[in-house]
């Protein structure tokens, strides 16, 4: 697969989905090394940039992604896995979802 890292520095956005439900969960970034690990080992792994590093989600909270399917954006630059969540959810806030705050009126 001929993913776009460049246009990000290195890093492409990876948009998580819930399978059954379709929810969207929450927004990482990965770099090749993190992409590869979750493609070998089917768990979600992205790369925090903050802390310039590799991680696998649900190294400390234990709520971890299994990946059931992943898309491709048109250019070739972003990425969609739809994931079954092990555990309570994904938000470090102790929400299932990082997407729970309302946004402004538009």
């Known amino acids: ?17 819930e399978h059954d439900s379709g929810e969207v969960l929450m927004l990482g970034y990965m770099n090749a090394e993190a992409l590869t690990q979750t493609q070998d080992t089917g768990w979600m792994h992205f790369y925090s940039r ?32 739809r994931v079954d969540v092990v555990g309570t959810g994904v938000c470090h806030t102790g929400n299932y979802s990082c997407f729970f705050t309302p946004g402004e009126d538009l």
């Open 1 to 17: 697969m001929n993913i776009d890292f460049a246009k990000g520095g290195g890093l492409v956005p990876a948009i998580v989905q």
């Open 50 to 81: 903050s802390k310039e590093r590799l991680w696998k989600k649900g190294e400390t909270s234990g709520n971890q992604l299994k990946v059931r399917s992943m898309f491709v954006d048109c250019d070739r630059d972003t990425l969609l896995f």
